[in-house]
């Protein structure tokens, strides 16, 4: 099978061809840290895992080299420091532990390199001094701006002129900038900035501007040209379009060979976004859900959809969850088949279709059911190794059905475990009354004991 993605430069899925099929070099930009991450912004982390895990499988797992950064100096982060006294690097370190410890309860892996802003000012540096020297930027009263029109293709990502920017004028518009479309490469500091974030250049103190972040920490991590980029959608402009710029006018070759980017998550019919209000921290969402349930949730939109955030939206994930780990258990102890995937490699192939993956995982489980039915053991054994090579494609079915179904921490579950050794114990002795007061008991928290041939189980319900 080619792997074919969907490329948003050339406006159609292309197949996968590497530069180096021995280093695969994807880069997705990442969080901005200064506060909790909502599940909009998880979107992205979560399915450029996929694609990870997918280029994982199929080019061997040393070969990936995915960098993800953090964005630690910022406007906004500023903006917090200024208003809390609290340390810029304390408030970024807060909220990049937090993040991580959000996304990995997702199942995401981390990634094989986190550069943080702050650590690569100096090949910021370089490269604005390049494109200084070589006439694409120059210094006005309040940075070192980008010239838009020095570049005849700039725009060519998005489609989008110099003159649709934002010189559509309801932003300020600077006076030192020769063009309206021209962009920040280093804003020479303000008087009460914080000192942290702060820093010497050639051209005078200051900070520099977001998108040269990136250009600057993909070179040095993955090298001028990268196979995969990718972000949200509300990265291709201006954010990618101004990486384009910077990179390729200063080092004459192309930045990535294919750009990726997701769609939006909405919720009440609206982009899910901090400034709109219409947010749910993945913080507060793990308190009720198991962090697989979200990605799960996540997945069954196709990545460059549109996908609508609802309660609705989180029951059915847990339901078909359920129902998968449950087919699980049933065919648990048939080990050392052979995984051949049906339909989820494949799928997942096609530009990253999750949908049509998961539909495939679930008829894998119904597979599974009809196979333990029947008690044919071969088809056992073939659809435990399918539903666990397919989950791991996924992220997903990462637990056993054991630690699915009874969740919780391992005091609680200890605890359990011994009250309904307490009820067999009980049934052995003939002592009903107590078997069935336990039983009672465990039923008023949520736990179900199964009685079955292999002795008594409990989940929760
Ligand atoms: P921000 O904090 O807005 O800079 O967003 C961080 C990342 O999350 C970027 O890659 C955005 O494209 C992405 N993102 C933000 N909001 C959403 C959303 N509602 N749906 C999907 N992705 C989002
Ligand atoms: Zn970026």
Not at 39 to 67: H, K, Q, T
Not at 209 to 224: D, F, N, P, Q, V
Not at 246 to 260: D, I, K, P
Not at 316 to 337: P, S
Request: some cysteine; glycine content about 8%.
């Amino acid at each position: 099978m080619t792997l074919r993605i969907y490329d948003t430069a050339a406006r159609k899925k292309r197949v996968f061809e590497p530069q180096d099929p021995a280093r695969i070099t994807l880069y997705v930009c990442g969080p901005t840290v200064y506060n909790h991450a909502h599940i909009g912004n998880a979107r992205p982390p979560v399915v450029f895992d996929v694609l990870r895990r997918l280029l994982m499988a199929r080019y061997g797992e040393g070969a990936v080299v995915y960098a993800r950064n953090i964005t630690d100096i910022e406007d906004k982060i500023i903006a917090a420091a200024l208003e809390t006294g609290v340390p810029i690097a304390e408030i970024t370190q807060k909220y990049a532990a937090i993040y991580n410890a959000d996304v990995a309860a997702l199942n995401v892996i981390p990634p094989s390199i986190e550069p943080w802003a702050t650590a690569h000012v100096p090949e910021m540096i370089a490269i604005i001094e390049k494109l200084v020297r070589k006439q694409y930027a120059y210094v006005g009263e309040t940075g070192v701006w980008f010239s838009v029109p020095s570049m005849p293709d700039y725009g060519r990502l998005s489609g989008r002129k110099p003159e649709d920017n934002e010189a559509g004028a309801r932003v300020a518009v600077e006076p030192d900038k020769r063009d309206p479309a021209d962009f920040a490469l280093w804003k020479f500091a303000k008087p009460g900035e914080p000192e942290d974030a702060i820093w010497d250049s050639p051209w005078g103190r200051g900070r520099p501007g977001w998108h040269i972040e990136c250009s600057a920490m993909a070179e040095k991590h993955l090298g001028r040209t990268i196979d995969i980029h990718g972000g949200g959608i509300d990265l291709v402009f201006p954010h990618h379009e101004n990486e384009i710029a910077q990179s390729e006018c200063a080092h004459g070759q192309e930045l990535a060979r294919y750009w990726m980017h997701n769609g939006f998550l909405d919720m009440g019919g609206e982009k899910m976004s901090k400034s709109l209000g219409n947010i749910v921290t993945v913080h507060d969402l793990l308190k009720d859900w198991p962090g697989e349930v979200l990605r799960f949730a996540l997945l069954t939109a196709h990545y460059r959809a549109q996908l609508d955030w609802t309660e609705d939206l989180l029951k059915q994930a847990k339901a078909t969850l359920d129902r998968i780990y449950g087919a699980l258990r049933r065919v648990w102890e048939a080990e050392g088949g052979r995984a051949t995937y049906r339909g989820v490699h494949e799928a997942l192939e096609d530009d990253l279709n999750t949908p049509e993956a998961l539909a495939a995982l679930s008829a894998i489980a119904s597979a599974a059911n009809t196979a333990a039915d029947q008690k044919d053991t071969e088809m056992m054994k073939a659809t435990r190794a399918d539903l666990l090579a397919a989950g791991k494609l996924l992220g997903l079915l990462t637990l056993t059905p054991k630690e699915w179904e009874q969740g919780g921490n391992s005091d609680e579950n200890a605890r359990i475990d011994a009250l309904v050794q307490a009820r067999v114990d009980a049934r052995a002795a003939k002592d009903w009354a107590e078997a069935d007061r336990i039983r009672k008991a465990l039923a008023e928290e949520g736990v179900e004991i199964m009685d079955g041939p292999g002795g008594s189980t409990w989940r929760r319900i």
